[in-house]
């Protein structure tokens, strides 16, 4: 071997080493560069479902402080349910109160009478050519039985009044409210 062949080898050797160094550098540097791009990617769609759990988690803390609201709400319906109970209660027993002091003022009260506008149920009386004749042994079960008759009586017409009356706006006395009134 010559030395001319000795040189043209090392020159190649080198190009080639020189070439394989080139190859390997743009080979990492495209590799960053599709890396890079890649990375890029990944942030902009984990941005898109970091916003996505924020308003997953929004939507969430919203439903929760409607429940919480609506629990709240019940709670105050319930109170105010008890307390118009109560009133109906004591405005029921005011009712009972003065009916029993009519019938002990009036002489002509009739005993077997019921609190229901004066009439008298076919199960407290027998007819005899127009008169009453008034049971002895069942007078004060009657009473009983007809007082708690009228109380479930007077209770359900009151509901049925404050129903009809929160419904169409008008008073139990047919007029409307001051404030439901159409100009």
């Known amino acids: 071997m010559d030395t001319g062949t000795l040189v043209l080898i090392i020159v190649l050797a080198v190009v080639v080493i020189a070439v394989v160094i080139v190859a390997v550098v743009v080979g990492r540097r495209k590799k960053a560069e599709v890396n890079r791009h890649r990375a890029e990617e990944l ?5 898109e479902e970091a916003i996505g759990a924020h308003q997953a988690k929004a939507e969430s803390a919203q439903a929760e ?3 919480l609201q609506a ?3 019940a709670n105050r ?6 307390q118009h109970a ?7 027993e005011r009712v ?5 002091h009519a019938d002990k003022l009036d002489p002509n009260s009739n005993p077997d009478r019921s609190h229901d506008g004066g009439r008298v149920h076919d199960a407290d009386r027998s007819h005899d050519g127009g008169r009453m004749h008034h049971a002895d042994h069942s007078g004060d079960a009657a009473r009983s039985r007809d ?6 009586n007077l209770a359900e017409g009151e509901r049925l009044t404050r129903d009809r009356s929160g419904r169409d706006g008008s008073t139990s006395d047919g007029s409307t409210r001051e404030g439901d009134r159409n100009p």
């Not at 007082?147 to 479930?152: E, I, N, T």
């Open 86 to 92: 109560h009133k109906a209660g004591e405005a029921h």
């Open 96 to 100: 009972e109160e003065h009916l029993r």
């Open 71 to 73: 629990e709240v709400e």
């Open 43 to 47: 942030r902009e769609k984990a941005a």
């Open 147 to 152: 007082a708690d008759r009228d109380r479930s």
């Open 65 to 67: 402080a409607a429940a």
């Open 77 to 82: 319906l319930r109170k105010e349910a008890e």
